[in-house]
T-cell receptor, first 113, second 115 residues
Framework: KNQVEQSPQSLIILEGKNCTLQ??????????LRWYKQDTGRGPVSLTI?????NTKSNGRYTATLDADTKQSSLHITASQLSDSASYIC????????????FGTGTQLKVEL | DTGVSQDPRHKITKRGQNVTFRCDPI?????LYWYRQTLGQGPEFLTY????????KSRLLSDRFSAERPKGSFSTLEIQRTEQGDSAMYLC?????????????FGSGTRLTVV
């Protein structure tokens, strides 16, 4: 069964600090891995997308890594801001369109002063 | 085109009533997806369309749920005889058919509360 597991479930950090969120997956076949940011009461917004040939992708202060051999990904947030407080969802696609996405349950990040 | 639009943003209804949600995808996207998301969980797939054809439905989509995309543009999701367990965020997403992952875009969702 395809699964995506994220850790930690929740995290509190001080503004300005860095943090790393983890994603482990067992999805086959593998097409791409995406990280989304979801603010409370809003839809998910794409941060990064990586195919199997990419092992790192950056989007501003967000940097995602992918190890397709160990089936692990991480999302590193640098110099956190209060606006980074959100749920971060890891999504793995088996490709081919349709219902081929497996969602993690997200890491709830809170950035405090 | 400013993205995927969903209407209404919030809906409160009494148990047993019918509700209908609308999704307007990005205009050049021919794929449209519906998801349901409950608190603390990731989105769960409900159904998807390619143009006007409904190609896949989840087992979550009970007989009380129906989705349409009559002209291959906007889509509606109707829930009949709502139950308290239907309370959730209903998300719509759209994508192009080719290299869908680069254009995959979610709407802001419709928050349904059944009282």
């Amino acid at each position: 069964k395809n699964q995506v597991e994220q850790s930690p479930q929740s995290l509190i950090i001080l503004e300005g600090k860095n943090c790393t969120l983890q994603c482990n997956y067992t999805v086959s076949p593998f097409s791409n891995l995406r990280w989304y940011k979801q603010d409370t009461g809003r839809g998910p917004v794409s941060l990064t997308i990586m195919t199997f040939s990419e092992n790192t992708k950056s989007n501003g202060r967000y940097t995602a890594t992918l190890d397709a051999d160990t089936k692990q990904s991480s999302l590193h947030i640098t110099a956190s801001q209060l606006s980074d407080s959100a749920s971060y969802i890891c999504v793995v696609s088996a490709g081919g369109g349709g219902n081929k996405l497996t969602f993690g349950t997200g890491t709830q990040l809170k950035v405090e002063l | 085109d400013t993205g995927v639009s969903q209407d209404p943003r919030h809906k409160i209804t009494k148990r047993g009533q019918n509700v209908t949600f609308r999704c307007d995808p990005i205009s050049e996207h021919n794929r449209l997806y519906w998801y349901r998301q409950t608190l603390g969980q990731g989105p769960e797939f409900l159904t998807y369309f390619q143009n006007e054809a409904q190609l896949e439905k989840s087992r979550l989509l009970s007989d009380r749920f129906s989705a349409e995309r009559p002209k291959g543009s906007f889509s509606t999701l109707e829930i009949q005889r709502t139950e308290q367990g239907d309370s959730a965020m209903y998300l719509c997403a759209s994508s192009p058919a080719y290299r869908e992952y680069y254009g995959y875009t979610f709407g802001s969702g419709t928050r349904l509360t059944v009282v």
